[in-house]
């Protein structure tokens, strides 16, 4: 009769519940990365909301929602018509808001306003969408 544990026996279950815990501490530091990523983009989307918001707010003639250059720019966020930085000191990212603004489209009397964020690094992330308001 054996009483007790071979060390052996010892040295696996330890190599097992070292790998265990290897395996839950790299899922861990995955979930952090997934979350910083998750977080950065819901503030790009609460940003675009507000922009979106104060810009449908304003009237037609404003000078922020005037097509400066004429139709046919829309599809370009290098350089936008209008532009704005928003930092975010938590984050530590600074989002960049373009719009570009033209008028009689998709159909005379609208004016179709499409809006830019970006962010991260080179401004790999981006996020895009358009305002149809009356003219």
């Known amino acids: 009769m054996k009483n007790g544990f071979t060390l052996v026996e010892v040295l ?21 990365k997934t979350t910083a990523v ?3 983009r819901l503030y790009a989307r609460t940003t675009m909301a507000r922009l979106f918001e ?22 370009d966020d290098s350089i ?15 989002y ?14 609208l004016k179709t306003i499409r809006l830019f964020v970006r962010w991260g690094p080179g401004d790999k992330y981006r996020l895009t969408s358009n305002l149809i308001m009356r003219m």
Do not use: H
């Open 54 to 75: 104060d810009l449908n707010t304003r009237p037609p003639d404003d000078s922020l929602v005037r097509d400066p250059d004429g139709p046919g720019d829309l599809d």
């Open 38 to 40: 998750i977080n950065q």
């Open 96 to 109: 960049q808001t373009l719009w570009n603004v033209a008028d009689n489209i998709p159909e005379p009397g």
């Open 80 to 94: 936008g018509d209008f532009a704005m930085t928003i930092s975010d000191s938590l984050a530590k990212v600074s």
């Open 12 to 32: 696996v279950a330890v190599v097992i519940l070292s790998i265990g815990i290897l395996a839950v501490s790299q899922m861990t530091v995955m979930g952090m």
